[in-house]
């Protein structure tokens, strides 16, 4: 039997394919031949450095307690993890929706529950994040836009901060930045389905953090609106398909939750009326917007953790340092910018860009700086994107202006930029002088880097030294992101405040509260620091710190686990000793014990390994638990013990239970408190 040779093309064929796998493998870590021989290396070692300081010693990572609480009963029940139920046995949720606590789990139930576990999905989406916007903004603008903007994420301050943490957030940008790629898709090709994934994209968002996912929504009808490469008709018929597909997947879980009769789910946390919907246009809604206590905005009640409420408030002494360093460049870079770009064709990819990036920015500044009701720090992480991308959209596109001569005015509009940008600096940190010779030596870098900068490009401009003129601008970007890169290092090194994380120095407001750590597990130390109370998404506990690795400022000699109860154990005092004894007298029970809040609740879990039932959520006011259900709960066995305290507060469900209990029960006598009912005390 004869063998046929293969074709010669196909021969050929065969001989070119291990060059070009390793072309493909080379180009991962040298770029695409087109790319400046830098670019990659440069992405990589910024990839690098977002990594480091998103990962640096996790260990002092403690997260958010009532996050992880929920995250680990959802490693105990499957119940549990879709309703993002605080605890194992469901009784109540989180007030928010679980997306990212199923992220965070599903990590957990592949390598166990611990710090690392956590924290590798939160860690990888904050990295991820970075190569998004690196990938979105060179696309349009080139590689040295694209590495600017990608350096100015990574050492956002708050950004660092919260990446290293168990709040959603890290979650929350990384889909809107997947939801903006998307767009720009659609508005390049005029295609349908990448719009439909922009959708897709931003619903899961929403089902992370719930309203503020949609706060980019303005912008991206409005980009895609003008700027999408289609007909008027056709783009306003692919919108009403993407707004069909970004509804969808917002709503398929909260439709299907509050589907469920309410006997067969948890109380839904933070709610006024047991639904998902009046999560979402409540506290999670209106309520953050106009701080109202009403069923429109329920207990919004405008705690503010980031100074009082109006356009001043990024620049203030809270969230100056966070968030503010690069706003007054990105402002002027985006005013430039559309002016520059404003001749160009409706289609043109690249002021679609600017509009994207200055609508993310803008209205995510708007909200926040006027929001009155609960608002934290660590919220503004969603508008670091918007920033970043300006500050390497808008320092190209002012030095290119700047070095062509276009007009006499762009002589000064970039130096001008940088030193209304450096200035700027200078005062931050001229806000924490004296608070470690870090900051000390960034003014110091700051300003003088800034004052090269700006000489330099005014000489070189002057005296036509273009060499001068790359040097003075490669000193700018050393002077924009100095302050910015000590904050960073600042919050990489010195642990995280996992309830309200923030980045630099103290400036004496946000009240800041320590979080359990997961390492361990439950039974583990707690390590709990803090003072103050807040809401349950950046919370401080008012929780002494216990166990023997304590991260707060009491001695690591603590023995004792000492919790607030609040509302119907406003004034008790949950110790490691009473949970040895609740467990050692559990006797079948579904539950270990009811008390009054949420972060007492969480913090019991997380040291017993046991549900715990939070009866009135995370303000004490939720009406989860009433006496109906108690007994009811009593009488099948599922509950033994409860916390009660003569200084509760809260709803008049919580005074009848009060009453109920301290009438029928059996007080304990070693831990005030704390009362053990049996079915027999139910009439």
Do not use: C
């Amino acid at each position: 039997m004869t063998t046929l040779a293969p074709p010669p093309v196909q021969e050929a064929r065969h001989r070119a394919a291990p060059p070009a796998a390793r072309g493909r493998v080379r180009r991962l870590f040298t770029g695409a031949p087109e790319d400046p021989r830098w670019a990659r290396p440069a992405l990589w070692a910024i990839l690098v450095l977002a990594t480091a300081l998103y990962a640096w010693n996790l260990s002092s990572v403690t997260g958010n307690t009532f996050y992880n609480a929920a995250v680990y009963s959802g490693t105990k029940s499957w119940k549990a993890f879709f309703f993002g139920a605080l605890d194992s046995g469901s009784f109540i949720t989180v007030d928010k929706p679980p997306f990212a606590l199923w992220v965070m789990g599903l990590s957990a139930r592949v390598f166990g529950y611990g710090t690392w576990q956590l924290m590798l999905p939160m860690v990888a989406l904050g990295t991820g994040s970075v190569a998004l916007l690196y990938r979105m903004v060179k696309r349009d603008f080139g590689a040295v836009a694209g590495t600017i903007a990608a350096l100015a994420l990574t050492l956002t301050p708050i950004t660092v901060a919260i990446n290293r943490d168990t709040n959603p957030d890290p979650v929350l940008v990384f889909l809107m930045l997947l939801g903006g790629a998307a767009l720009m898709k659609a508005v390049r090709t005029g295609r349908l389905m990448p719009l439909v994934w922009s959708g897709v994209a931003i619903g899961f968002a929403f089902n992370t953090k719930m309203m503020q996912a949609y706060v980019v929504l303005p912008a991206f009808f409005l980009v895609h609106l003008w700027a999408a490469n289609a007909s008027l008709g056709r783009r306003v018929r692919h919108l009403a398909v993407g707004t069909v597909a970004l509804v969808v997947s917002s709503a398929w879980w909260m439709v299907v939750v509050d589907l469920v009769p309410a006997s067969s789910r948890p109380y839904i946390g933070g709610s006024t009326d047991n639904t998902v919907w009046d999560l979402v246009i409540g506290y999670n809604g209106f309520g953050r917007i106009f701080g109202a206590s009403s069923s429109v905005g329920s207990q919004g009640n405008g705690a503010s953790f980031g100074g009082e409420a109006g356009l001043y408030r990024m620049f203030n002494s809270v969230m100056g340092g966070q968030i503010s360093w690069l706003i007054p460049f990105a402002l002027i870079a985006l005013v430039g910018g559309l002016v520059l770009r404003g001749r160009a064709p409706r289609t043109d990819a690249r002021r679609a860009a600017l509009l994207l990036w200055g609508g993310w920015f803008v209205f995510h500044y708007l909200t926040f700086a006027l929001a009155e009701g609960t608002f934290h720090p660590y919220y503004v992480t969603a508008m670091a994107p918007g920033i970043a991308a300006l500050a390497g959209i808008g320092g190209v596109l002012l030095y290119r202006a700047f070095v062509e001569g276009a007009a006499a005015k762009w002589g000064w509009v970039l130096p001008g930029a940088i030193a209304v940008s450096a200035v700027w600096a200078v005062v931050l940190l001229q806000r924490v002088s004296g608070s470690g010779t870090l900051y000390t030596v960034a003014e110091v870098v700051a300003g003088t880097a800034g004052a090269v900068a700006v000489t330099g490009l005014l000489l070189g401009r002057f005296t036509k030294r273009q060499r001068l003129t790359g040097l003075a601008a490669l000193a700018a970007v050393v002077a924009l992101l100095a302050g910015p890169a000590a904050y960073s290092v600042s919050a990489a090194t010195s642990g995280t405040n996992g309830t309200n994380p923030t980045a630099g120095p103290s400036t004496g407001g946000g009240m800041g509260g320590g979080g359990q750590r997961p390492s361990g597990g439950p039974g583990g130390s707690t390590g709990q620091s803090g003072t103050g109370q807040s809401s349950s998404d950046g919370q401080s506990t008012g929780q002494a710190p216990s166990g023997t690795e304590s991260s707060g400022t009491e001695s690591d000699s603590e023995s004792q686990t000492s919790r607030s109860a609040g509302g119907m154990g406003g004034g008790t005092q949950v110790s490691s000793e009473m949970i040895t004894y609740l467990k050692k007298n559990q006797d079948g029970a579904t539950w270990l014990v009811a008390v009054a809040t949420d972060q007492t609740a969480s913090s019991i879990i997380l040291e017993s390994g046991e549900p715990v039932i939070s009866m009135g959520g995370w303000s004490g006011s939720d009406d989860a638990m009433t006496l109906a259900k108690l007994k009811s709960l009593v009488k099948a066995g599922k509950l033994h013990y409860i916390v009660i305290s003569d200084s509760g507060q809260g709803s008049s469900t919580s005074s009848e239970i009060s009453t109920w209990v301290k009438k029928n029960a059996t007080a304990v006598s070693d831990y005030s408190g704390l009362y053990r009912l049996d079915a027999s005390d139910v009439s």
